[in-house]
């Protein structure tokens, strides 16, 4: 039909001055205004149809105040587009001519004709501000057709998740749906919580309506909706490149924020549908997780579900599921390194080192459950079980009249929230008779970014106790000299990360023996990791370093396995005077 055929051609009349009126607009595309009687004009301040089209842009997106258009159009999508319902009941903002705002009902019915294209024909009534923001005040009618406004999140105006889940599964049903190929995002505000007690909830819901508009405006035409708190959903039915190039495009958005109390990072986590028939609360949590995955790394922004990231979420979920299990059974194994004093070449020392060896899925090393059991705060269960193996194993070599020297134990930060950590090492120690000269422990740097005060004051107290409290791995993320300032330790510990770099750069051997002579000024013994050849070891001699632990002098084992291999290298044990 050509637009000539829209033209009015009837008589009649309609009255004028009233506080409300009739409008038609077009479905689809740009909602293109086609026809709005005399009090609709007026309404918006307006004395012509022509300057009302100006001031609108001829189309129902302008007849809506911008802060209310997401909400409202998808209210009405999900009442009449995605619903069983032909009619729409909404409530929005308006912003007249000279700038006023006022407050409309807005009802709806959406008519198809045979061609395909469909329209909707729209009464909206001026209504009193605070009529407006009662939703209770209305007829028994009105409610009603008002509750088809359930299927939308009340902050942001996106579609909730069970809204969501409906119209993607009724997609997917279609055999339309099943030819596109769908992609489904989740992204995922970090530390939002944090956020919400720094900042006030004010603010909090601000940054969620700003990310939810970047999300519903650059994944135009896909499905977006709000699940809860700070998890946002896309389904989207664009190439692989466009997905990526979108969710690349909102964490930048996001970023570069003028207001820089809402510069934040967003995650994101991506799915490519590869079932023609899946359950969609199943393809949701694919995203999810692979948003999970990557919530902590600080060098990656979103992450895409794959057979991979599938193979080890489920090996995270064994080591969840299985730890108790592994710790009864002694799975857990305790391994040692030894640590050579470098001046005299005897062992002074070892580290004990955790492995699983697990009857189902074999040896698994501390990089594949370590952090998934911190990340599940149940790295407690393996600590308090180290710390009572080695009491153990040191009292099994003094009754074999055996030498003994100190062992190391880690501790991760957590056990300081999750457990009494320092009386499970005291009162294990004294129940099998190790003397605290015998039992040294290590904490990572990284360990004391978290609840400092507290870790700082155990530390105190068992430094006082007698033991000797390492600080471990440092250099190897964002290490700080101040660290060393502000805290008591008998030994720095070095990371590896130096010594590969040594290998390549002869900058790192100056930078290495600058920290050592520093350390040593400090009352700190420098122990340095990763040696792994006689040159590493050479340097370290003329360094002036005091400890030395690698390959070099053997890997970690069992304890029988590796007092045999040092005893073979010819390696002693020093005495404790």
Not at 327 to 336: A, D, G, N, S, T
Not at 388 to 395: A, H, I, M, S, W
Not at 462 to 475: A, E, H, N, T, V
């Amino acid at each position: 039909m050509e637009d000539k055929l829209y033209q009015m051609r009837t008589g009649g009349q309609i009255p004028t001055g009233l506080p409300g009126g009739f409008f038609i607009y077009e479905a689809d595309g740009d909602e293109k205004i086609l026809y709005a009687e005399m009090n609709i004009v007026n309404m918006y301040g307006c004395e012509t149809y022509d300057e009302f089209l100006a001031h609108v842009g001829g189309s129902f997106k302008g007849m809506v105040h911008p802060d209310d258009l997401m909400r409202i159009e998808n209210q009405i999508n999900a009442q009449t587009i995605y619903g069983e319902k032909r009619h729409d009941y909404v409530r929005y903002r308006i912003t007249t001519k000279s700038g006023d705002i006022r407050y409309v009902e807005d009802f709806g019915h959406i008519l198809h004709r045979k061609d395909g294209r469909s329209f909707y024909y729209v009464f909206i009534v001026d209504v009193d501000k605070n009529e407006f923001y009662n939703s209770s005040n209305n007829s028994f009618a009105e409610a009603e057709i008002l509750s088809g406004a359930q299927d939308t999140d009340p902050l942001t105006g996106l579609f909730n998740m069970s809204f969501f889940y409906q119209k993607i599964q009724n997609m997917l049903q279609s055999p339309y749906g099943r030819r596109q190929d769908l992609s489904f995002v989740q992204f995922d505000i970090p530390n939002f919580k944090l956020y919400n007690e720094r900042h006030g909830f004010k603010l909090g819901d601000e940054l969620l309506c700003d990310l939810a508009r970047t999300i519903n405006d650059t994944f135009e035409g896909a499905t977006v909706a709000r699940f809860s708190d700070d998890h946002f959903f896309v389904c989207d039915t664009v190439s692989r490149e466009e997905v990526i190039a979108r969710v690349e495009e909102v964490y930048k958005r996001m970023l570069l924020s003028e207001d820089v109390n809402k510069k934040v990072r967003v995650k994101a986590g991506i799915y490519f549908l590869d079932d023609r028939y899946p359950e969609v609360g199943l393809a949701c949590d694919h995203a999810r997780l692979a948003c999970n995955s990557v919530k902590n790394r600080h060098d990656v922004n979103y992450c895409i579900y794959d057979e991979m990231l599938r193979d080890r979420l489920r090996r995270q979920q064994y080591v969840v599921d299985h730890i108790e299990e592994a710790v009864e059974k002694e799975y857990i194994k305790v391994y040692y390194q030894p640590v050579i004093r470098v001046k005299t070449g005897k062992i002074c020392g070892y580290e004990a080192l955790v492995r699983w060896e697990d009857p189902n899925i074999g040896l698994l090393l501390p990089s594949e459950f370590v952090e998934t059991l911190e990340q599940f705060h149940l790295i407690h269960i393996v600590d308090r079980f180290v710390v009572k193996k080695v009491c153990l194993d040191y009292k099994a070599l003094v009754d074999a009249g055996e030498p003994v020297v100190p062992v190391s134990i880690n501790i991760s930060r957590l056990d300081f929230e999750l457990c009494d950590i320092f009386g499970i090492i005291e009162n294990t120690r004294e129940e099998y008779g190790m003397p605290i000269n015998m039992l040294d422990i290590e904490i990572t740097e990284s360990a004391l970014n978290d609840n400092v005060g507290y870790i700082k004051s155990e530390c105190e107290k068992m430094r006082k106790k007698g033991y000797q409290i390492w600080l471990d791995d440092f250099g190897s993320g964002y290490s700080s000299l101040n660290t060393i300032a502000e805290y008591d330790f008998d030994v720095l510990k070095l990371d590896l990360i130096f010594l590969k770099s040594f290998d390549r750069n002869p900058k790192t051997g100056t930078l290495m023996s600058y920290i050592m002579e520093g350390a040593k000024g400090m009352s700190l013994q420098p122990l340095c990791e990763g040696v792994e050849t006689e040159q590493h070891y050479e340097f370290l001699k003329k360094a002036g370093c005091e400890r030395a632990q690698g390959f070099f002098f053997g890997k970690p084992m069992p304890m029988e396995e590796t007092r045999a291999f040092t005893r073979n290298k010819g390696l002693e044990w020093e005495t404790k005077n």
